[in-house]
Every structure is written in structure tokens, then in C-alpha cells.
């Protein structure tokens, strides 16, 4: 076949394309938007499945590997779907149906989550984020797809950040693919390239960084096999820039540029965190002398506090109304807290934020919130203590399973050493925004995510059949 039909009949390939476009529509973030990724993300799911009932003998990665992962996110989604069925005893159901029955006149049926609704809608998104990271996890295995996936991730950000670049020049960021951020009249906007909020694209542009950042660690490691501190290393360097990774060199100098622009706080100090742990799995241990530990973080330091300094601009206009901000972000933590607090177990519906915010909002809290800017306490919220521990710790296991892999491996270590880095990344980003929750982000995380994972084992280690890219017309 040529490459054309090769890449149009292998999954592999439409998740790269489902990855880099799913920013495209205000970050997925409307429901014209993510519902088309879930649907595509369900039948590259679906592909996979019946790939391996026709050819059982040529499956990926073995689940067993996972398997308390998988575990914990079917108790998950199990009790996602319980909240949302109306025949519960009473003592489960939330304890607002039956006052509104009675302000309505006529009986309700009562449910754990205070609207089914929304509670579907949102374990719809998180079965599209679970299919992609099957997916990448399945494909990822094989170091081509991976590699490929790389170069795919890069190139959108590119485009990404060009096009943030544009509309910060065209219309100062206040319009995004022809849509109005903001009220007209107000022009303290930001940039978000196509995402509707600047902290979501400062995520997503960190996690881009993160990619580009290992594809030239990778390469250097490539061409330099001897340990850092050589006389060749700066030889090594200069070799490097002047091949195609010179390329990915600038997109990153470009996207770090978006990023500090963007004036997100949170997302320049987690990205910054994140690229530290990207730097420590991938070049500290292979440092020759202890000197160079501190060399290498004393660089990283001065680049990014540079780029700060030249666009600090932008950090300051937002630093501006930081107490109004803080105060504003501290009410919905409390609203958060005291949902938790009232229905600590069952919790009060997945996705249900914007009905504790009713519930719970004080007079002086009159701009609608349907987030609650910390997506670990919305979590315990909207599924109670129990349940959104197992969510946790579901994940936790597979983060987990990146740094070993990260810290073990000797070659094509950089995949679970992204997947590493980018989890810190997000975690800390996610205690103080809801990134994590914009599909456009979470898509590229669960990405990253499934490939680290499945990089994370040695290539000795790996299963009969493992990695093997299935053709569409062979399942037919």
C-alpha cells in the first residue's frame, strides 16, 4: 500500500489527527465540539475492540498491566451511573428533591446527582478521555507510533501558537476563530490561541513544551553516547540545531513565548515545575559530575526567567487584580468545601458544579460558575470521598507505573518521562484551575498519558503480538 492508504487504515494515525485538532473548536469545549471528538475517540475505541475478537493472537498490551487501573475507573463510571437512577432508597437521594416537590406541588423523582443531565453528559467526556488513552496505550507500545505522535503534538503547536500570536495582534485576543471572549467594550483579554480561557492554553502550550523539550533531550542523548560533561557536548549541541530539530527548537522558543504572554500564572509556574522533573528523569542521572545536576537547573532557570522578564508585561497586567481574583477563586473553594461537607459519601452528581455554586453561593457571588478553579475538590464533590478516591488512585497507578518506567528504562525513556512530567504538570495546574476539564487539554493529556504508560516496560519484557498496528480492512 502506499503511505497515503497506510496511514488512512491505521488507528494509530487518526488519533495523531484526533489529538492535534481536538484544540481547534475553542478548546472542545462547546457541545457542537467535543461531541464529534467522542464519537471519533469511540470508534477508534470500537477498532481496536473488534481487532482483537478477529485476531485474538495479535493484541497490544496485555490489560493485567493495568489491570487495578481499569478496575478502579469501572467502579468509576458504575457509580456515575447510579447517581443518576431515580429508584434509590430516600436516605440516598439528594436532600434538595424533596423540597423541590414540594415548592412544585407534585412529586419528583429523587436521585443522588441533582441533575442527570449533567451528570451523563460529563461521563461521556470522561469515557472519550478513557478511549484515548486506550488507544495511545495500545499504539504507543510500538516506538514508531510514539515517535510519530511526537512530531504531531509539536507541529500543532506550532500552529497553535501562530495563531494565538495573530489574534494577539489582530484583535488583542478578544476574539477566538471569530467569536467574542468577552462583553463588548471589554478588552483586558489574553492570549488563548483557540482556547476560550488562558489558563487552559498555558497548560495545553506547557504540555507542548514538555513533548519538544524531550524530542531535542532525545536526540542529543542520540548523538552524544558518552555521559554529560565531555568535551563533545557543545559540538553535540550546535550538531543538533543544525538538523530538523533546529525546527523543533524554535516551535518551542515560540510556544514559551505564547505561553508567558498568556499571563497564567499558574500554568508558567507548573510548566516551569513540570520541565525541572522532565529534566531530572531525563538528564540528571546521566550527568557525569554532580556539578552539572545544578548546572543543567541553573540554565533551565535563567532561559525561563528571562522570557519572563521580556513579557513580564503581560504577568503583571493580570498580577494587577489579584485580590479581587483570590477572592473570587477562595469563594468557590469554600462553596466546593461546604458541598463536600454537606454530602460527603455520595457526593452530588458528577459534572454538578454549577448547582452547588447555586446552592451554596453567597449575596456578593453573582457571576455564574460552572467550575470551581480546583478540579481535585470538584471531584470529591461531585463524587463523594469514597468513590473520588478510587478515581484517584486509579490514576495515581498509572502515573506511578511513568516514573518507574522513567527512572528504569534505558532506551526510549523520554515517553514515560513526558507522561511523568506533564502528570505533575497538570496535578499542580488542577489544584488551582480546571484545565484539566477542557477536552482539548485533557485529550492531549490522556495521549501523553498512554504512551508513557506503555513505554514504561522494557522492550524485553514485551507480550506475544504486542504493538502491532492492525489495518482496517484486516478486520473487516
Not at 442527570?116 to 516506538?143: H, K, P
Not at 494577539?168 to 462583553?183: A, H, M, N, Y
Not at 559530575?289 to 535563567?302: A, D, L, M, R, W
Not at 469554600?334 to 461537607?341: L, P, S, W
Request: aromatic residues 12%; hydrophobic residues 50%.
Amino acid at each position: 500500500m502506499s503511505n497515503l492508504a497506510c496511514f488512512l487504515v491505521n488507528p494509530a494515525s487518526w488519533l495523531r489527527v484526533l489529538v492535534v485538532l481536538a484544540p481547534l473548536p475553542l478548546g472542545s469545549n462547546r457541545d457542537w465540539a467535543w461531541a464529534p471528538l467522542a464519537m471519533c475517540a469511540g470508534i477508534l475505541a470500537m477498532v481496536h475492540a473488534v481487532s482483537i475478537w478477529r485476531q485474538p493472537s495479535i493484541s497490544f498490551v496485555e490489560p493485567r498491566r493495568i489491570a487495578w487501573s481499569i478496575a478502579g475507573m469501572a467502579v468509576v463510571m458504575a457509580w456515575i451511573v447510579i447517581q443518576t437512577v431515580p429508584w434509590l432508597p430516600s436516605t440516598m437521594q439528594n436532600p434538595l428533591y424533596p423540597l423541590a416537590a414540594e415548592a412544585l406541588g407534585y412529586p419528583i423523582a429523587g436521585r443522588i446527582a441533582i441533575d442527570a443531565e449533567l451528570a451523563l453528559t460529563a461521563l461521556l467526556r470522561l469515557l472519550t478521555y478513557c478511549a484515548v488513552f486506550w488507544i495511545a496505550f495500545q499504539s504507543g507500545r510500538e516506538t514508531e507510533n510514539a515517535r510519530k505522535l511526537y512530531y504531531w503534538i509539536v507541529c500543532g503547536a506550532s500552529f497553535y501558537a501562530l495563531y494565538g500570536l495573530f489574534s494577539e495582534t489582530i484583535s488583542g485576543s478578544c476574539d477566538v476563530l471569530g467569536l467574542r471572549k468577552l462583553p463588548i467594550g471589554r478588552t483586558d483579554c489574553l492570549l488563548s490561541s483557540t482556547f476560550v480561557n488562558s489558563n487552559s492554553y498555558a497548560t495545553y502550550a506547557g504540555l507542548c513544551i514538555l513533548v519538544g523539550l524531550s524530542i531535542l533531550i532525545s536526540a542529543f542523548h542520540h548523538e552524544n553516547q558518552e555521559r554529560y560533561g565531555n568535551s563533545a557536548t557543545f559540538r553535540t549541541l550546535l550538531k543538533i540545531c543544525g538538523t530538523r530539530h533546529g525546527l523543533v527548537l524554535v516551535v518551542i522558543a515560540l510556544v514559551l513565548t505564547t505561553l508567558l504572554i498568556s499571563g497564567s500564572r499558574g500554568g508558567i509556574a507548573s510548566t516551569l515545575i513540570g520541565v525541572f522533573i522532565l529534566f531530572h528523569l531525563m538528564v540528571a542521572r546521566k550527568l557525569k559530575y554532580p556539578s552539572g545536576f545544578f548546572g543543567v537547573y541553573s540554565g533551565v532557570f535563567i532561559v525561563m526567567i528571562s522570557m519572563a522578564a521580556l513579557f513580564g508585561r503581560h504577568i503583571f497586567d493580570k498580577t494587577t487584580g489579584m485580590e479581587h481574583q483570590i477572592n473570587d477563586r477562595v469563594g468557590l473553594l469554600e462553596i466546593a468545601i461546604k458541598a463536600i461537607a454537606s454530602e460527603p459519601w455520595l457526593g452530588w452528581g458528577f459534572g454538578s458544579f454549577e448547582w452547588q455554586f447555586a446552592v451554596f453561593q453567597e449575596p456578593w457571588q453573582m457571576v455564574y460558575q460552572n467550575k470551581a478553579h480546583c478540579t481535585i475538590l470538584e471531584m470529591v464533590a461531585d463524587l463523594g470521598i469514597p468513590v473520588a478516591t478510587i478515581l484517584f488512585l486509579a490514576v495515581a497507578l498509572v502515573i506511578r507505573r511513568t516514573f518507574i518506567g522513567a527512572t528504569t528504562r534505558q532506551r526510549d525513556s523520554c515517553y514515560s518521562a513526558v507522561a511523568a512530567a506533564a502528570s505533575v504538570l497538570v496535578l499542580l495546574h488542577g489544584f488551582v484551575d480546571f484545565s484539566l476539564q477542557i477536552p482539548g487539554v485533557a485529550v492531549l493529556y490522556a495521549a501523553l498519558l498512554g504512551t508513557g504508560c506503555a513505554q514504561s516496560w522494557s522492550s524485553r519484557n514485551k507480550p506475544p503480538g504486542a504493538a502491532v498496528n492492525v489495518p482496517l480492512p484486516a478486520l473487516l
